[in-house]
């Protein structure tokens, strides 16, 4: 089970207080539909797969830029060592990194 229907099963579950048994991922554009049986082993695994991300999200502070089609309309390309063999330094006014606050309310 993937983290995107673990996410919404977890969201669902807490809006409905409901367990699903079933999830389904449809695909408009393929005309897909990919089900998953929802097994007590399944959300053992997504939450604590969400847990972990959730730890390295806030303690991360090593950030390695991601090229792709978004980087043409990215502000920030003169800075990205991915762009540009030698990326400007970042400006004396540019915000230091925030803390990353997470509240994932999971049961
Ligand atoms: S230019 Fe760099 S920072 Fe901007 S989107 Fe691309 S990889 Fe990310």
Redesign the pocket.
């Known amino acids: 089970m993937d983290v995107q229907l673990g996410l919404y099963y977890l969201a669902l579950e807490q809006t409905y207080y409901h367990a699903l048994k079933r999830l389904s991922l449809i695909y408009l554009r393929s005309n897909q539909c990919i089900s998953y049986e929802v097994t007590p082993e399944h959300l053992t695994q997504i939450k604590d797969l969400i847990e972990d991300l959730a730890l390295k999200l806030r303690s991360d502070q090593d950030w390695h830029?991601?090229?792709?089609e978004?980087?043409d309309r990215?502000g920030?390309?003169q800075y990205?060592s991915?762009?540009t063999p030698n990326p400007e330094p970042l400006p004396q006014t540019a915000k230091p990194p925030r803390k990353v606050q997470l509240a994932l309310p999971l049961r």
Do not use: I, M
């Open positions: 830029p991601r090229e792709g978004q980087c990215c920030y390309r990205c991915a762009q």
